[in-house]
């Protein structure tokens, strides 16, 4: 990275200050400081760094100050595998199927580089914490998980990773996939995945939602499952999903991936499911970087976005995520773990567009993952929370969004983790 634009002194454990900062949705407001001590905000408000010594002062010069984003959804496994991958159809399937030659290779040594590598990008971009799923099937055993948990204890300096362990082959149509589950949650996997629609038959799928939720209450675990990744309206295991969290009392641990089936499916339907998902508190994670790509290949014309029906669901109440999803890899060419890109593409693809719609297009990488998280009072730029920080040259969200310049300044725990400075020159 390129030597940043003026030094900075943040001791590791002591207290420092940025200075002059503006926060998200208070443009209007006049620039407030924000004190850090140890790994927590002390104080917000103008004039607070007034007792912090010059030399441990950040002049934040107008800028705003957001808290790090969480990327709750991204597969750390998978990522930077496209080049050895052969070219496919385009689609899901021929996405899962080509990587299933590389991953009967994968080592934990090469998972755990690669996984590394887009941790630190995301650092970089602002991102602080990362939940993973992790493939757990009969082709790769636990080898994913075990590159991926090693990459996260290589990293636990500068992000939080949580694993997911996500049968990405089915666990019915999977013989072996079920113990395999099993034992990822014994060996440091935190959250049950799942992919119920990738069943072949309803009563398989339903199933599958019930064996992922045994697994959750036996670990008093978290649900975070791919759920209708398929432009098929038809398929409809959310509502098996929001059948199964009220049943189990599983409400507000339970969150649901992709659902692109959604915006395929009739309207009666809909409005009768996403009523279920806000009554059961589930969150719902779109990730509309990937299946902008993945779905919709067979239309013609009118090709369809491939999204989950994100404003109906931010409408009734469902709190809705934006994840990263994949990095180059058999799914998705392209992405750099970097949130801000996906809250732009995001915005583009939901029409979020008046300032209130910016705003949720930011919460959806900060203050709704946190909840999903549960991290309650601990997230956020206010006294109290974990100092997990990012600094924007640009003074309000809106701006911040439309530039796309990456964070001057992250911090994770209140230590400085990255610093990025660009230099532009107009030579004429
Ligand atoms: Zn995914």
């Known amino acids: 990275m390129a030597a940043p634009d003026r030094p900075v002194a943040t001791p590791a454990q002591g207290t420092w200050a940025v200075q002059d900062v503006r926060l998200a949705g208070q443009e209007a407001a006049p620039a407030v400081d924000v004190v850090v001590a140890g790994d927590s905000v002390l104080a917000v408000g103008r004039g607070a760094a007034a007792d912090v010594p010059a030399a441990d002062r950040v002049d934040g010069r107008g800028g705003l100050l957001l808290p790090a984003y969480i990327d709750t959804h991204v597969h750390l496994d998978k990522v930077l595998i496209r ?223 491939g999204t989950t029906r994100i404003r109906e669901l931010m409408a009734a109440g469902v709190p809705v995520a934006f994840g990263q999803d994949c990095v180059q890899d058999g799914f998705y060419p392209f992405g750099r773990g970097d949130l801000l890109e996906v809250a732009m593409v995001s915005a583009h693809t939901a029409h979020l567009t008046t300032h209130d719609e910016q705003l949720a297009a930011l919460a959806a990488v900060t203050t709704v993952p946190a909840d999903v998280w549960r991290l309650g009072p601990a997230y956020g730029v206010a006294p109290g929370a974990r100092a997990d920080l990012q600094l924007h040259a640009a003074g309000t969200w809106p701006e911040v969004l439309r530039l796309q310049d990456p964070p001057t300044h992250v911090w994770s725990r209140g230590r400085l983790v990255a610093r990025t400075a660009v230099t532009r020159e107009l030579l004429r």
């Open 83 to 305: 080049d050895q991958l052969a070219e496919h159809d385009g689609t899901l399937a021929g996405a899962i199927g080509s990587i299933h030659a590389a991953k009967r290779g994968y080592d934990v040594e090469d998972v755990r580089r690669r996984a590394r590598a887009v941790i630190e990008s995301s650092v970089l971009t602002g991102t602080t914490r990362l939940r993973s799923h992790v493939d757990v099937d009969t082709i790769g055993g636990l080898v994913p998980l075990e590159g991926v948990l090693a990459a996260a204890r290589d990293c636990a300096d500068i992000a939080d990773v949580q694993v997911i362990a996500f049968p990405q082959e089915g666990i019915l149509r999977d013989p072996g996939a079920a113990d395999l589950m099993a034992e990822a949650m014994r060996s440091g996997a935190t959250v049950v995945g799942g992919m119920p629609h990738w069943e072949g038959s309803e009563d398989d799928q339903r199933e599958h939602v019930r064996l992922c939720f045994d697994l959750a209450v036996a670990h008093d675990a978290d649900v975070d499952m791919h759920v209708d990744e398929t432009d098929d309206g038809s398929v409809r295991t959310l509502a098996m999903v929001v059948a199964e969290t009220e049943r189990r009392g599983w409400q507000g641990r339970v969150t649901v991936g992709h659902v692109c089936a959604l915006a395929a499916a009739d309207d009666e339907y809909a409005d009768e499911v996403v009523a279920g998902c806000a009554r059961a508190g589930i969150t719902v994670v779109a990730n509309p970087v990937t299946n902008l790509v993945l779905q919709g290949r067979g239309d013609r014309g009118l090709v369809r976005r």
